[in-house]
C-alpha cells in the first residue's frame, strides 16, 4: 500500500499531538474546577453552620434562633443559611425543628442514618437538584444532645461543572479542525524549499551538471540538504568531465594508428606493385594493429579499475617471488635491447594486497626503466623490508625525465615530449594505472629523474601482518 504524503503525515501527527494535549489539559481542567468549586461548597456551608450556631440559644433545653431580624444582612444571612436546615433531639432521635424547604422534599433520617452521618458531610440526591450537608453536634446547658443539619445546594456549581463540560465539547473540535487546518499549512511552508530541491533534480541533465541549488544561508537543515545536493552534484560533474576527457584522449589516441594504418593501405592500393612490398606493408599493418590492441587493453584495464566495482585483495604477496618471474620474463626484451637487468632483493619481501594488481603495477614500471634506456644501459631492481613496509627500488639509465614533465607523469594519456620525439611505444596509460593500484593498496609511489643520466621509481606498499 501506498504511504500518504510527508505533509499529510506531518499534518496528522500534527493534529494528535494537539488533540492529545487538549485532551490532557481539559481534563486536568475540569478536574481542577470540579475540586475548586467542591471546596468552595463546603466551606460556604462550614460558615453557615458557624453563623447559625451563633444565633442559636436554648429555651427550655430546646434550641431556638435568636437574631436582629432588622439588621438585613443578618436577616438575609438567616434566611439564605436555614433554607435547607433541621434539628435533631438525639435523645429520642426526634426532629425538633425544620425548615419548609426540607419538610418540602421530605428529607427527615432515622436514628440509624443518623448515626452513620454525624459531624460528617452528606451528599444527597433530591428532587430539587443534589443538596451538601452538614452535620454538627450541640449539648444544651441541661446535657441534652441535638444534632444540626444545615444544606446546601449544590446544583449551581454542578450547573458550572456542566457548563464548562459544554464548553469543552464545542472547543475540542473547532481547535482539531484549527490545528488540522494550521498543521497542514505548516507543513506546507516547511516542504515548499523540499519541493523546489526535487524540482531542481529532477530537471538536471548531463548538460545542466554545473547548475547548483540556491543556499538561504540560514544553515539549517534544508540548507544543508541543497549543500548535501550541490557536492554530489560537484562529484558527478568532476566525474563526467573526467569520463569526457577521458574519451577525447581515447578517440585522439586511436584516430593516430588508424589514420596511419589508412594511410599505408591507401599508399599500398595505388603504388603497391609486387607481392612483397604488399606483405611488408601487411606485417607492417599487423604490428600497428597490435599497437592498436594493446592500447585498446590498457584503456579497458583503467576502466575497470576506475570503475568502482573492483574489489582489492588483501592477502600477503610474496613479491621477491613476483620480482623473480617478471625477471625472468623481462630478461629476454631487456637482452634484445642490450640492456643488464639486475635483481638484488633481500628476503622476506611479502606485502598486504592483491597478488594479481601488483604484478601490473611492477611490470608497468619495469617496462619504462627497459623501454626508456637505451642499448648499453642498466636497469636495477632491488626489494627490501622496513618495520612496515615493503619496499621495490627500479633505477635505471635512461633517458630521464625533464623537471617540467614530472609532476605530469601520472595523469592520463600523458607523455613526456623526450619520450614521444625518440619514438618510443607508449599510451601514457601505464603510470596512471600503477599509481592507482599502489593508492589501492595505501602505499605510495615516488619517481626522482634526471634528465640524460635516468630515473628511480621507488614504491612502498604495507607489509602483510602489519596492520
Ligand atoms: P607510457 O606508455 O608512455 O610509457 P606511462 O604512463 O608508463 O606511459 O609513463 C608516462 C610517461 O612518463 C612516459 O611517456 C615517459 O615520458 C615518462 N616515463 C615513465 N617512466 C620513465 C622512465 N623510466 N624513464 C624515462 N621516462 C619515463
Excluded: C
Aim: proline residues 4%.
Amino acid at each position: 500500500m501506498k504511504r500518504p504524503g510527508l505533509r499529510l503525515r506531518i499534518t496528522a501527527l500534527y493534529t494528535v499531538i494537539f488533540a492529545a494535549s487538549f485532551g490532557v489539559f481539559f481534563l486536568s481542567a475540569y478536574h481542577l474546577v470540579d475540586t475548586q468549586l467542591n471546596q468552595d461548597a463546603t466551606n460556604e456551608l462550614t460558615d453557615r453552620v458557624e453563623g447559625l450556631r451563633g444565633y442559636l440559644q436554648f429555651e427550655n433545653d430546646v434550641p431556638v434562633l435568636h437574631y436582629n431580624a432588622e439588621i438585613p444582612e443578618i436577616s438575609l444571612f438567616v434566611r439564605n443559611a436555614t433554607r435547607f436546615y433541621q434539628i435533631y433531639d438525639l435523645s429520642h432521635g426526634g426532629l425538633v425543628t425544620q425548615s419548609p424547604d426540607m419538610r418540602l422534599l421530605g428529607l427527615s433520617f432515622v436514628p440509624q442514618e443518623l448515626e452513620l452521618s454525624r459531624n460528617g458531610i452528606l451528599d444527597v440526591n433530591t428532587d430539587d437538584g443534589p443538596l451538601r450537608f452538614l452535620n454538627t453536634r450541640m449539648k444544651s446547658p441541661l446535657g441534652t444532645e441535638f444534632l444540626l443539619q444545615v444544606g446546601v445546594s449544590l446544583k449551581p456549581m454542578r450547573d458550572a461543572l456542566h457548563r464548562f463540560a459544554r464548553l469543552g465539547l464545542w472547543l475540542g473540535p473547532l481547535a482539531l479542525v484549527l490545528a488540522a487546518t494550521s498543521g497542514w499549512f505548516l507543513a506546507s511552508s516547511a516542504l515548499t524549499p523540499v519541493r523546489a530541491i526535487v524540482r531542481a533534480v529532477r530537471k538536471l541533465e548531463l548538460s545542466t551538471l554545473h547548475q547548483r541549488l540556491p543556499i538561504s544561508g540560514t544553515d539549517d537543515e534544508l540548507d544543508q540538504l541543497a549543500v548535501t545536493f550541490n557536492d554530489a552534484f560537484s562529484r558527478l560533474d568532476a566525474a563526467v568531465g573526467e569520463m569526457k576527457q577521458l574519451m577525447g584522449s581515447m578517440a585522439h589516441e586511436l584516430r593516430t594508428p588508424l589514420a596511419a594504418l589508412r594511410g599505408e593501405a591507401e599508399i599500398a592500393l595505388l603504388h603497391g606493385t609486387s607481392i612483397e612490398e604488399l606483405k611488408r606493408v601487411l606485417a607492417s599493418q599487423l604490428e600497428e594493429i597490435d599497437r592498436l590492441s594493446r592500447l585498446i587493453g590498457q584503456i579497458l584495464t583503467v576502466t575497470k579499475a576506475e570503475s568502482g566495482l573492483l574489489s582489492l585483495e588483501r592477502k600477503p604477496v610474496d613479491v621477491e617471488a613476483l620480482l623473480n618471474d617478471l625477471a625472468d620474463t623481462l630478461s629476454v626484451l631487456a637482452s634484445a635491447r642490450e640492456i643488464s637487468l639486475s635483481l638484488e632483493s633481500v628476503s622476506p619481501l611479502v606485502a598486504s594486497g592483491d597478488e594479481q594488481w601488483l604484478k601490473h603495477a611492477l611490470l608497468n614500471v619495469l617496462d619504462n626503466a627497459i623501454k626508456y634506456t637505451p642499448a648499453g644501459g642498466s636497469v636495477a631492481v632491488r626489494g627490501y623490508q622496513t618495520a612496515n613496509q615493503v619496499v621495490i627500488e627500479v633505477r635505471d639509465t635512461g633517458i630521464g625525465i625533464p623537471a617540467d614533465a614530472l609532476p605530469h607523469i601520472f595523469e592520463r594519456f600523458y607523455r613526456a615530449e623526450s619520450s614521444r620525439a625518440k619514438d618510443i611505444e607508449g599510451v601514457g596509460l601505464g603510470l596512471n594505472l600503477t599509481k592507482w593500484i599502489v593508492d589501492h593498496h595505501d602505499g605510495k609511489i615516488e619517481v626522482t629523474s634526471h634528465p640524460g643520466a635516468g630515473t628511480r621509481v621507488e614504491l612502498r606498499l604495507p607489509r602483510a601482518g602489519v596492520s
